[in-house]
């Protein structure tokens, strides 16, 4: 991983994106297992019909999980000082998560050089469903 | 229903020993392909202890040992049917690995509502420690009853 230099980046540097498979029955089985969210929205397409929606929806927080990953392919994860994100749409099967980050803000912070980036997670219509900010500590 | 009665409220102390295999599952159910979060040799070599527990596997591990369905619909009022997840943040003063035993504790902050009670949200918020009393990091999550 070759580091970014605070002195380098400019505010409106853009993250090199993240694009994800297509959202499937077996990504949202996967994610419910390994995350130990059970809840039958995602899970059970009766219980999701029930509720008034057209089929079982993706877990919000599969998505922050890919932001994590987009904020940690770009610096180890130690520099990570902050991840928050509102949820803004529902991510359907079928969906494309597309992950993007660009530097809003260069300060200092308890001793060290931070850039501030507006995060968001899109899907492949270019329609927002999560959007936020992560604090990143760079050298 | 929820109110703001609520605000204050203790949702409990949990504790979650961070499993090495659990970390795998979740590497690969979010498609994670950097060896340092599946690879202990890699891990290592990053100059980890142990895999890292990565960014958002924090607040799976919050839900260990609690009954969320009952937090939910017990002690908010909410219909399980009509929540959703509105807003999520973490801020991080240390990182957990495999092996580590983390305690959270848990708290309703914030109790409002929104479109003239049409909307209702709870916000709590969880204090992470490791097993050595290390304050890993702040969870706050927002849940909302359509």
Not at chain 1, 9 to 19: A, I, M, S, T, W
Not at chain 1, 56 to 79: C, D, E, I, K, N
Not at chain 2, 7 to 27: D, H, Q
Request: proline share 4%; with cysteine.
């Amino acid at each position: 991983m070759s580091l970014p230099r605070f002195n380098d980046l400019q505010v409106g540097f853009e993250l090199p994106p993240l694009v994800l498979p297509a959202v499937n029955r077996t990504t949202l089985a996967l994610y419910a297992g390994a995350s130990g969210d059970h809840n039958q929205v995602h899970i059970d397409l009766d219980f999701a019909r029930k509720a008034r929606q057209p089929d079982v929806f993706a877990h919000g927080m599969l998505s922050v999980a890919y932001l994590g990953r987009l904020l940690t392919a770009w610096v180890p994860q130690t520099s990570v000082r902050s991840l928050s994100v509102r949820f803004t749409g529902i991510t359907q099967l079928g969906h494309i998560p597309t992950c993007s980050g660009r530097v809003i803000e260069k300060f200092e912070a308890d001793g060290e050089t931070r850039v501030r980036l507006a995060i968001r997670c899109g899907n492949q219509y270019g329609d927002e469903k999560l959007i936020g900010e992560a604090v990143v500590a760079i050298a | 229903m929820a109110d703001k009665s609520l605000i204050g409220c203790s949702l409990g102390v949990t504790t979650a020993l961070v499993e090495t295999g659990r970390l795998r599952f979740f590497a690969k159910a979010i498609g994670e392909t950097d060896p340092v979060y599946t690879d202990e040799a890699a891990a290592e070599a990053a100059g980890y202890p142990s895999l890292p527990v990565p960014p958002s596997f924090l607040m799976c591990l919050e839900a260990e040992g609690r009954d969320s369905d009952h937090i939910v619909e017990g002690i908010f009022g909410f219909d399980l049917g009509r929540i959703l997840h509105a807003e999520q943040g973490f801020t991080y003063h240390g990182m957990a690995f495999a092996g580590d035993v983390l305690t959270f504790d848990t708290r309703v902050v914030d109790v409002y509502e929104k479109k003239g009670g049409a909307l209702t949200f709870v916000v709590q918020e969880t204090r992470v420690s490791n097993q050595d009393g290390r304050h890993i990091a702040d969870i706050r999550s927002s849940l909302v009853q359509r």
